[in-house]
Protein backbone atom coordinates (compact mmCIF):
# COMPACT_ATOMS: atom_id res chain seq x y z
CA UNK A 1 0.00 0.00 0.00
CA UNK A 2 2.73 2.52 0.52
CA UNK A 3 4.00 1.91 -2.80
CA UNK A 4 1.10 2.80 -4.09
CA UNK A 5 1.14 6.05 -1.95
CA UNK A 6 4.66 6.78 -2.94
CA UNK A 7 4.67 6.03 -6.50
CA UNK A 8 1.34 8.37 -6.57
CA UNK A 9 2.40 11.63 -4.54
CA UNK A 10 5.92 10.70 -6.89
CA UNK A 11 4.15 11.50 -10.18
CA UNK A 12 1.80 14.13 -8.72
CA UNK A 13 5.04 16.32 -8.15
CA UNK A 14 6.02 15.13 -11.14
CA UNK A 15 3.76 16.44 -13.22
CA UNK A 16 3.02 19.95 -11.00
CA UNK A 17 6.62 20.67 -11.82
CA UNK A 18 6.24 20.27 -15.65
CA UNK A 19 3.18 22.30 -15.44
CA UNK A 20 4.72 24.80 -13.98
CA UNK A 21 8.03 25.27 -15.63
CA UNK A 22 5.61 25.45 -18.77
CA UNK A 23 3.47 28.26 -18.02
CA UNK A 24 3.84 31.55 -19.92
CA UNK A 25 5.59 34.34 -18.15
CA UNK A 26 3.88 38.02 -18.18
CA UNK A 27 5.47 41.09 -17.86
CA UNK A 28 3.97 44.48 -17.76
CA UNK A 29 5.29 46.59 -21.08
CA UNK A 30 5.08 49.58 -19.32
CA UNK A 31 4.41 50.77 -14.96
CA UNK A 32 1.08 51.93 -16.01
CA UNK A 33 -1.28 50.61 -12.86
CA UNK A 34 -3.95 48.98 -16.42
CA UNK A 35 -0.68 47.23 -17.39
CA UNK A 36 0.25 46.02 -13.71
CA UNK A 37 -3.34 44.91 -13.06
CA UNK A 38 -3.49 42.59 -16.33
CA UNK A 39 -0.51 41.18 -14.76
CA UNK A 40 -2.01 40.43 -11.29
CA UNK A 41 -5.05 38.83 -12.77
CA UNK A 42 -2.63 36.37 -14.29
CA UNK A 43 -0.81 35.04 -11.48
CA UNK A 44 -2.28 36.81 -8.09
CA UNK A 45 -5.15 35.89 -5.74
CA UNK A 46 -8.44 37.38 -5.46
CA UNK A 47 -7.06 39.35 -2.53
CA UNK A 48 -4.32 40.84 -3.63
CA UNK A 49 -7.12 41.95 -6.81
CA UNK A 50 -8.80 43.69 -4.67
CA UNK A 51 -6.44 45.43 -3.01
CA UNK A 52 -5.02 46.88 -6.06
CA UNK A 53 -8.60 47.73 -6.93
CA UNK A 54 -9.35 49.52 -3.84
CA UNK A 55 -6.42 51.34 -3.99
CA UNK A 56 -7.13 52.72 -7.33
CA UNK A 57 -11.03 53.40 -7.35
CA UNK A 58 -11.63 54.08 -4.00
CA UNK A 59 -15.20 54.69 -3.22
CA UNK A 60 -17.72 53.74 -0.78
CA UNK A 61 -19.04 50.17 -1.96
CA UNK A 62 -16.33 47.90 -3.48
CA UNK A 63 -18.60 46.89 -6.20
CA UNK A 64 -18.50 49.70 -7.98
CA UNK A 65 -14.55 49.84 -7.87
CA UNK A 66 -14.60 46.39 -9.09
CA UNK A 67 -17.25 47.45 -12.18
CA UNK A 68 -15.13 50.05 -12.78
CA UNK A 69 -12.16 48.09 -13.30
CA UNK A 70 -13.83 45.00 -15.06
CA UNK A 71 -15.98 47.55 -17.59
CA UNK A 72 -13.38 49.90 -17.95
CA UNK A 73 -10.01 48.42 -18.39
CA UNK A 74 -8.65 45.63 -21.05
CA UNK A 75 -5.88 43.75 -21.63
CA UNK A 76 -4.14 43.76 -24.76
CA UNK A 77 -7.73 44.20 -26.43
CA UNK A 78 -9.30 41.40 -24.32
CA UNK A 79 -11.62 42.30 -21.12
CA UNK A 80 -9.81 42.20 -18.07
CA UNK A 81 -12.22 38.47 -16.72
CA UNK A 82 -11.60 37.44 -19.80
CA UNK A 83 -7.71 37.67 -20.01
CA UNK A 84 -7.71 35.88 -16.27
CA UNK A 85 -9.60 32.78 -17.83
CA UNK A 86 -7.23 32.36 -20.84
CA UNK A 87 -3.93 32.91 -18.71
CA UNK A 88 -5.52 30.15 -16.50
CA UNK A 89 -6.84 32.05 -13.36
CA UNK A 90 -10.06 30.72 -12.94
CA UNK A 91 -10.69 31.78 -9.88
CA UNK A 92 -9.79 35.76 -10.27
CA UNK A 93 -11.85 35.08 -13.51
CA UNK A 94 -15.13 34.07 -11.90
CA UNK A 95 -14.95 37.20 -9.46
CA UNK A 96 -14.45 39.62 -11.93
CA UNK A 97 -17.06 38.32 -13.95
CA UNK A 98 -19.63 38.93 -11.65
CA UNK A 99 -18.95 42.65 -12.01
CA UNK A 100 -19.63 42.51 -15.76
CA UNK A 101 -22.17 44.19 -17.28
CA UNK A 102 -22.74 42.60 -20.70
CA UNK A 103 -26.16 44.56 -22.00
CA UNK A 104 -27.56 47.51 -21.45
CA UNK A 105 -24.51 49.84 -20.18
CA UNK A 106 -23.90 52.99 -22.21
CA UNK A 107 -20.16 53.86 -21.79
CA UNK A 108 -17.22 56.18 -24.02
CA UNK A 109 -15.20 53.83 -25.47
CA UNK A 110 -12.56 55.88 -26.14
CA UNK A 111 -11.85 55.84 -22.37
CA UNK A 112 -11.45 52.26 -21.96
CA UNK A 113 -8.15 52.02 -20.85
CA UNK A 114 -5.68 49.23 -22.49
CA UNK A 115 -2.72 47.66 -20.05
CA UNK A 116 -0.41 45.80 -22.45
CA UNK A 117 1.68 43.35 -21.48
CA UNK A 118 4.11 41.20 -22.83
CA UNK A 119 3.57 36.93 -22.92
CA UNK A 120 6.98 34.80 -22.73
CA UNK A 121 7.61 31.23 -22.74
CA UNK A 122 9.05 30.22 -19.52
Given at each position: M????????????????????????????????????CVAVTQDSKGKIRNMIKQAHPSRFMSEDYSTAVNGITCNGINIADFA?????????????????????????????NGKIIRSEG
Open positions: NIIKTALATSLITLSAASIAHSPKYEASDNSYESRLREAGNEKVANRLDKYRVRYGKIYDIARTK
